[in-house]
């Protein structure tokens, strides 16, 4: 049995967490972390990190970057591995979860679906394959409360293209230059409507031919999914560093 703490328990994600653990027969959230520190469920919920008198095998967050100074506090200080979901940190806190990782496992993916993170790895499967006559185009659809753009999702992806062809320059914004297209251009474009959960398309426009590659989410619940998936990966990990999704697939 995986026991984890759930920081952010009462938000959107930690509620769907919550059930998911509530129907599993290997995970279970031994505590909860909530700034709206009220009991929702069977397991105790507290205010903040340092209150928290629990140990568990794996700290799950899906809260606000202004919480990550105390978890990653709680998690070295008890060596206890992290999986951290939420998403907007700034360079400084990125290099803050860097340092921690020199002492405590963590996991982090701008996505924690499984399905987005193996078309990450088709993605660079395909690049050398298709070669530099494959012009790559990224394309991304959320819901219209999504505040940033583009999502950091096409960012990793489009990060995979260019890792893979070992050069690439990331376009946003074809609106205000009057020019072709660079080789090694990567166009990432943002739409933003409805409720759309997140889609992500990867399109290799070559002579004569396209391949796209497209992952849909439908519901929240596959980020949740992907988050248990790899709170029990991280669980059995005893070796401090930075671990994502391509080390579970
Ligand atoms: N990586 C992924 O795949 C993925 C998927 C979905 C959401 N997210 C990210 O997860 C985060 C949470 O998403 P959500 O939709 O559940 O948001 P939400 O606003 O519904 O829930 C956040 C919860 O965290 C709590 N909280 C806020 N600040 C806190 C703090 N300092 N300490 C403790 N608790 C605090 C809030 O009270 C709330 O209950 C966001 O950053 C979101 O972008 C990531």
């Given at each position: 049995m995986t026991n984890i703490i759930l920081s952010g328990c009462n938000g959107r994600m930690g509620r769907m967490i919550s059930r998911i653990c509530g129907e599993s027969d290997d995970v279970t959230i031994a505590a909860g972390v909530d700034?709206?520190?009220?009991?929702?469920?069977a397991y105790p919920v507290f205010a903040s990190f340092p209150e928290v008198d629990t140990v568990a095998d794996a700290v799950v967050d899906f809260s606000?970057?202004?919480?990550?100074k105390s978890i990653l506090e709680f998690c070295v200080t008890k060596h206890i591995p992290l999986v951290l979901c939420t998403t907007g940190y700034s360079e400084e806190q990125l290099a803050d979860i860097r340092a921690a990782s020199k002492s405590v496992p963590i996991f982090r993916s701008f996505n924690m679906s499984v399905g987005i993170n193996l078309l990450t790895e088709l993605i660079k499967k395909a690049v050398p394959v298709l070669g530099k006559n494959f012009d790559v185009e990224i394309i991304e659809q959320h819901h219209?409360?999504?505040?940033?753009?583009?999502?950091g999702t096409a960012i990793m992806l489009a990060e995979a293209v260019k890792e893979a062809r070992g050069a690439g320059e990331f376009v946003y914004?074809?609106?205000s230059v009057r020019q072709q297209r660079g080789a090694d251009e990567i166009g990432i474009s943002s739409i933003r409507g409805g409720t759309i959960v997140g889609e992500h398309s990867v399109i290799f426009a070559g002579p004569d031919e396209v391949i796209e590659l497209k992952h849909t989410a439908y519901s929240r619940e596959v980020f949740a999914q992907g988050a248990v998936r790899a709170a029990k990966y991280m669980a059995g990990i005893k070796e401090p560093g930075m671990y994502d999704m391509s080390d579970i697939i």
């Open positions: 700034v709206y520190a009220v009991k929702l469920d606000n970057p202004s919480a990550l219209r409360t999504k505040i940033d753009a583009p999502s914004d074809r609106h």
